[in-house]
């Protein structure tokens, strides 16, 4: 059987996307070889964060944090961090530990958001999730232990030359993304909105993006921003950035609630049709697929005016990661 | 009915172990009005930290920390914080937002430990637990909050004055306290104690030793921590308030581990002898009931020990509050 959802692979879709989908930003920038390169360091670096540790009490956990952060994924998170820290002049060196963070949060809510009590999930990323691997009550430590992780990694971004300040204003973004003001708000209005009514749906555009705002657009947003600030950035760099970002992560959004009822399993490697059977709300159910299209290309067209007063010759990345993602085929 | 489980019915618990148990400290020291008036400052931090706010899809969730976060207590934790902070010649005043993040992840800990998946249990603090009342995905959505919110509080320690450098120090501190170092390893641990065979408890202190290290001293640990580093502490004393903690936090558990094989539900105000009924490992299976408190005395002379370099004359709350915790009687 192929290894169908390593990184490897995952670029390997992104290279197919890329090769089938329109694109407008590229002339001349390699998408594909600047994310594989990112990702490369983004794993290395994670791989190093959680070592498979002697003590048997806590290598179950240790396992479990591996078996979701080291299992595939596109990056997306990190690389807009560390693309960030760039674009304002930093060294991508020192972003990594926040490029990290972020993915850790990523992953400690992936494992949340597929428990028993919340969507039940059992496949993410084309294999089994994390509770049906370890049981639910490993699970539940493991996101807390991830997000634990992901403040001590980002807190440590000072041994790269990082002033405390600035790791100290990443460290409050990073905590106000997990929280009630991000993740938290966003999942819970996710559960609120499952099995509502049509009438509801109708008036339902409001709550939707306030759903995604949070529960993705946040820590896109964080990951922009984290990226920012440990690079250096003025505050009117950062809130470009955070701009950018949040239109990217609601575009990204967008996509995503196309992909999950034109897509199969197979092509998506997660069950397809799932917001559809757990009666949730979508773009496509509130705007049909098509308004959800062009709404995702609108979102597109203004993350990059957000952009705008970047150097046009460092801002090559980010625009191509907006292209990748409203083009992105899963 | 009485409010059996308020923060005063907690403090007057409180009151009547100090009459009815011997105390050995407190010579001139009125510790009863010095914890009642830690634990009104504490509250009152507490409830303003978390505002009922006007948006219904995170109002649930406000509640749901509202509930666990001000549903009695004894601030053991808190008055470390402050007490140690104080110790070490900083202000009360700048350690509130510290102490508060450590009830915060308490209160985190308390709400995970309950769920189904961990130890099942329906009552807390004399009423029911948290995914009893909101659900059990608004409780795993709660416990985050929590902590998100507990990294923000902490972060927040500059507008007192306290420096960046010292504020992420003491972030560091807490995300140890709730990863793989602290209650995460100490509960993962627990688990993996539960219906062990007499033949492994026969050996099996060390485990009990590393469980209740990491899930009860290391919060204990972190919060005495925490204030003597906001409160501007030399390394020298950061350590010292680090071990009298260490000491602090076992003993709590190993009366902890006492009560629930000693008293009643009634008295306790949560369910007594359900370790004993889940199988757990606790001091009084491996050790016995009376080898048991002779350990716990053992642990308060060491606490004692620990604290001998400071000024006598303001050492007085935590020779007090290490006495009340191995005299409690629930």
Redesign the interface.
């Known amino acids: 059987m192929r290894p169908r959802y390593t990184v490897v692979a995952s670029l390997s879709r992104l290279h197919r996307t890329f090769l089938t989908a329109p694109s407008s930003s590229d002339e001349g920038f390699d998408f594909i070889f600047y994310m594989t390169n990112k990702a490369k360091s983004i794993n290395k670096a994670l791989n190093d964060a959680v070592p498979l540790c002697n003590?048997p009490?806590?290598l179950?956990?240790?396992e479990a944090?591996r078996y979701t952060l080291l299992s595939g994924g596109k990056r997306v998170r990190p690389m807009l961090c560390l693309a960030a820290c760039e674009l304002v002049g930093g060294q991508e060196s020192t972003a990594v530990p926040g490029a990290c963070a972020v993915e850790m949060i990523h992953a400690s809510s992936l494992i949340?958001d597929d428990?028993p009590?919340?969507d039940d999930d059992s496949l993410r990323r084309g294999k089994p999730t994390n509770h049906k691997v370890f049981?639910?009550?490993?699970a539940?430590?493991?996101?807390?232990?991830l997000?634990?992780?992901a403040?001590?990694k980002l807190?440590?971004s000072?041994s790269f030359g990082v002033?405390?300040?600035r790791?100290?204003r990443a460290?409050?973004e990073?905590?106000?993304a997990?929280?009630?003001e991000?993740?938290?708000?966003g999942?819970?209005?996710d559960?609120?909105g499952e099995g509502m009514s049509l009438e509801e749906n109708e008036v339902g555009l409001k709550?939707l993006e306030?759903i995604h705002i949070h529960k993705t657009a946040a820590l896109l947003e964080a990951a922009a921003v984290i990226g920012a600030i440990i690079g250096g950035g003025s505050d009117e760099e950062i809130e470009r950035l955070r701009r950018y970002a949040r239109c990217t992560g609601l575009m990204f959004q967008v996509v995503d609630d196309v992909l999950d009822v034109t897509k199969s399993s197979e092509e998506l490697g997660k069950t397809a049709g799932k917001d559809l059977i757990a009666g949730k709300m979508t773009y496509p159910r509130v705007m049909g697929v098509e308004k959800s299209r062009e709404y995702a290309e609108k979102l597109n067209r203004e993350a990059r005016e957000h952009l705008q007063g970047f150097d046009s010759n460092k801002v090559a990345p980010l625009l191509s990661l907006a292209d990748y993602i409203v083009n992105r085929q899963n």
């Not at 991000?182 to 708000?185: E, F, Q």
């Open positions: 003590n009490l806590v179950k956990i240790h944090m949340q428990l009590c919340m049981g639910e009550d490993i539940v430590l493991t996101a807390d232990a997000i634990a992780l403040v001590k807190a440590s000072t002033s405390p300040e790791v100290l460290v409050l990073m905590a106000k997990v929280g009630t991000g993740l938290v708000a999942q819970a209005a559960l609120a709550h306030f």
